[in-house]
């Protein structure tokens, strides 16, 4: 059974920086699919980055150029590098893969809460 567990989240002033760490354990094939979600308070979840079925990166629209997602297969950890941080950005972040219209593909982890306030 893969298991899930986030880390990095914190307390950061705006125009700080964060990473947040995905440390994926069990039976995984690839870490293609896996992305970084997060739901806001009174918001559902979004998606913030993922990397594609070919291994390519996708970001929201909000975070383009302000976040970076990364991975290192031989650890099977995703990375998500916050950069600019706002008090929009706000938020529970999750990991996880999503498989198109079938859903999301593992249980969800407890998140780490990222908070940007002055």
């Known amino acids: 059974q893969v298991q899930l567990v986030e880390s990095g989240g914190g307390l950061v002033q705006p125009g700080g920086s964060l990473r947040l760490s995905c440390a994926v354990s069990?039976?995984?094939?690839?870490?293609?699919?896996m992305g970084w979600y997060r739901q806001a308070p009174g918001n559902q979840r979004e998606m913030v980055a993922t990397?594609?079925?070919?291994?390519?990166?996708n970001y929201a629209d909000s975070v383009k150029g302000q976040f970076t997602i990364s991975r290192d297969n031989a650890i099977n950890t995703v990375y998500l590098q916050m950069n600019s941080l706002k008090p929009e950005d706000t938020a529970v972040y999750y990991c996880?893969?999503?498989?198109?219209?079938?859903?999301?593909?593992?249980?969800w982890g407890q998140g780490t809460q990222v908070t940007v306030s002055s």
């Open positions: 069990g039976n995984i094939f690839s870490l293609n699919r």
């Open positions: 996880n893969a999503l498989l198109g219209t079938l859903g999301f593909l593992y249980s």
């Open positions: 990397f594609t079925s070919g291994g390519s990166t």
